[in-house]
């Protein structure tokens, strides 16, 4: 299929989006990667008017380090968090290329961008459950300047978040690696590349055990883990809606096993 009609604008700087965004109102969709919201044109679930791009934007597309902190900008590609290798960038997030190559196909990784993943919001994408997990934060800009949104409130629920009306997602950032920290991410698809069924993934360390659920719900979630049971508490919290691939049972069965397994790796 096609998508609908629209408008298309392209902007090279944020300033320009911004404008774009307050003028064109709240129904104009920003295109980063693509790699989400061309489909969903295309099967008209979504008809925008108007559609704002911004891959050309220079200041959007990096990774760096800031301080102890790392800051990935919007138009980062999936495929450069994937190939990171400098550890002077890398040292303490090595978890984010390693969950890279989960995140789609490899056409899918070279055009789709990490902030369009997240401000996109799918509850079965990775870098939402990780950016929960890790207490990433969001930075956005809008009309009255920027602010920044802390991920475990940035995620509202199905493709809903905390952006108001006329914001655009400028970057996220991740904070200090604590030494000792131990990660574990497992996914379950149906084939690889396909939208995850479920993803969990922990972090261990002198501070204690983080464990963060995604796909299962409507939005990624942190869950209150008993060391001693970890997949039966996990289950408890959780009601799976299920869907034409897993049934509610099925589903519960993944977060206990996927649970069990993050939490055994980090011990």
């Known amino acids: ?55 050309r934007i220079p200041d959007l597309d990096y990774v760096m380090r800031d301080g102890d902190a790392l800051r990935v900008g919007a138009l980062t590609r999936h495929r450069t968090i994937e190939m990171l290798a400098d550890p002077d960038v890398v040292a303490g997030y090595e978890l984010l290329p390693r969950a890279a190559r989960w995140v789609g196909h490899y056409p899918i990784r070279t055009r789709g961008t990490f902030g369009g993943s997240v401000a996109h919001a799918d509850p079965s994408a990775e870098w939402c459950m990780l950016a929960v997990l890790l207490d990433a934060t969001v930075v956005v800009c809008g009309p009255d300047g920027e602010r920044e949104i802390r991920a475990s409130d940035f995620f509202l629920g199905f493709f809903t978040t905390a ?18 920290h131990r990660y574990a991410f497992e996914e379950v698809a149906q084939r690889h590349g396909d939208f995850a069924l479920c993803m969990a993934a922990a972090v261990a360390g002198p501070d204690g055990l983080r464990v963060a659920l995604g796909s299962i719900l409507d939005h990624p979630t942190l869950l209150e883990i008993d060391p001693e049971r970890p997949g039966d508490s996990a289950v408890e919290q959780v009601e799976p809606w299920g869907s034409l691939h897993a049934s509610p049972n099925y589903l519960r069965q993944l977060t206990r096993v996927l649970v069990d397994r993050v939490v055994e790796r980090v011990r």
Do not use: C
């Open 1 to 55: 299929m096609k998508p609908a009609a629209f408008d298309y604008h392209r902007v090279e700087r944020v300033e320009d989006a911004l404008e774009r965004l307050a003028e064109l109102g709240e129904d104009a969709k920003v295109l980063a990667g693509g790699q989400s919201l061309v489909p969903m044109m295309n099967f008209r679930l979504v008809r925008p008017p108007a559609l704002i791009d911004i891959t």
């Open 163 to 180: 952006l108001e009306p006329g914001e655009l997602l400028v970057e996220t950032s991740w904070p200090a690696a604590v030494p000792g």
